[in-house]
Structure formats: structure tokens, C-alpha cells
Nanobody
């Protein structure tokens, strides 16, 4: 069993940065690939980024490539999403998730509760 808790969301102006964290409980964090999804009001949840279990490989949705960076620290049981050059269209609830398959991300075993990111224009 893995429990995930996101933090780091907030209100930021367009062009600003935020770093989201996803703290995992349990001793099997390093066995899981991690991903970030987001859901904007009135829209379906969408994939944002994935980090493989070692942290050596990442994959991004086209709209965030070059602006977002996913990483993890297995010693701290924590995954991160560094978000730079934020745009109003990045406004959403951001969720971290853990799964056993990397790309394509087809299934999540665990989800966090989400953290709100709001980007003002």
C-alpha cells in the first residue's frame, strides 16, 4: 500500500514558477513509476508528466515540454514537478499517481488527493 500526499500548489502570476511535491508513505516507493496528472474545471483529467522508478527517464505532454520538469528522490520517498513559465491554461488540480507501467501510462495503482494550481493572467 502506498499513500500519496501532494503539496506546493498555490496562486502564481503568469510566467511564474511553482514546485509540486508528492510525498509517499511505505517502503516500496522506488518500485513504482510516478506520474502527474491535472484536471481543469469542466475538463477531463489529463496526463502531464511521468518519471520512471529510477528517476532516469521522464516523459511529458507536449504542452508542458520545456517548461515542466519531473524528478524524484527515492531516499526521501518524494516525487517533484517543477513548473516554470506558467500559463493561465495550466490552472488545474494537480494529482500525483504511482503505477507499475511507464509509457504509455495505462494504469495507476495509487492517487494523491490533489493540489490546486492557479495561474493568473
Amino acid at each position: 500500500q502506498v499513500q500519496l500526499v501532494e503539496s506546493g500548489g498555490g496562486l502564481v502570476q503568469a510566467g511564474g514558477s511553482l514546485r509540486l511535491s508528492c510525498a509517499a508513505s511505505g517502503r516500496t516507493f522506488s518500485n513504482y513509476h510516478m506520474a502527474w496528472f491535472r484536471q481543469a474545471p469542466g475538463k477531463e483529467r489529463e496526463f502531464v508528466a511521468a518519471i520512471d522508478s529510477s528517476g532516469g527517464n521522464t516523459y511529458y505532454q507536449d504542452s508542458v515540454k520545456g517548461r515542466f520538469t519531473g524528478s524524484r528522490d527515492n531516499a526521501k520517498n518524494t516525487a517533484y514537478l517543477q513548473m516554470n513559465s506558467l500559463k493561465p491554461e495550466d490552472t488545474a488540480i494537480y494529482y500525483c499517481t504511482a503505477g507499475r507501467t511507464f509509457i504509455p501510462w495505462t494504469h495507476s495503482d495509487y492517487w494523491g488527493q490533489g493540489t490546486q494550481v492557479t495561474v493568473s493572467s
